[in-house]
């Protein structure tokens, strides 16, 4: 103190750290006084996705990510990083302060294919952010070609077959009816 020196230790911070400090000092008639702000930040969990398909056949993709402090903002992006709009997130916050994050996103049209959920924490500037592949199944024209094939050769293997009948028969009789001498 005699030197003019104060110094501020928080150990173990929590996010309810987070907040200003008023160092005052008095000697006399002199008085001094300063506002230390802390900011408390924590950089959650990468983004994880949830997919289901609903009743009406669309999309539905949630971004989960935890641990975050301050309450985080979250973007879906797609592939030319063009920004879509999502339905409205849901933040919670555990005991320990920390923000969990859920954005949900109904994909109405299956030509977005790439898709990426950015969490970002406003105090550290910092991302953590996933990519999202979406494959569609293109309905599968080899299926009726293979089944027209396979028709017509067991088609084609019925006609031999009846033709090989007809001959054996005919063959088999002819011998039958040779005569056979002793």
Not at 19 to 25: D, E, M, N, P, V
Not at 136 to 153: F, Q, R, W, Y
């Amino acid at each position: 103190m005699h030197k003019g020196i104060v110094i501020l230790r928080i150990l173990n911070v929590q996010p309810s750290d987070n907040g200003q400090y008023r160092c005052a000092f008095q000697n006399g008639s002199f008085y001094s006084d300063t506002v230390i702000e802390l900011k408390v930040a924590a950089l959650g969990s990468h983004p994880q996705f949830h997919v289901e398909v609903t009743k009406s056949r669309q999309l539905r993709l949630e971004c989960k990510s935890e641990g975050w402090f301050p309450q985080p903002k979250v973007q879906w992006m797609d592939s030319e990083g063009g920004e879509i709009p999502a339905e409205p997130e849901t933040h919670t916050q555990d005991n320990g302060g920390l923000f969990h994050v859920t954005t949900p996103l109904l994909l109405r049209e299956a030509s977005r294919k790439n898709l990426t959920c950015s969490v970002w924490n406003p105090v550290l500037n910092q991302k953590k952010e996933e990519q999202l592949l979406i494959t569609v199944a293109e309905p599968d024209n080899t299926i009726p070609i293979i089944m027209g094939v396979a028709l017509a050769l067991l088609i084609l293997l019925n006609f031999l077959s009846t033709g090989l009948c007809f001959k054996y028969k005919r063959k088999l009789r002819r011998t039958c009816l040779i005569p056979v001498t002793p």
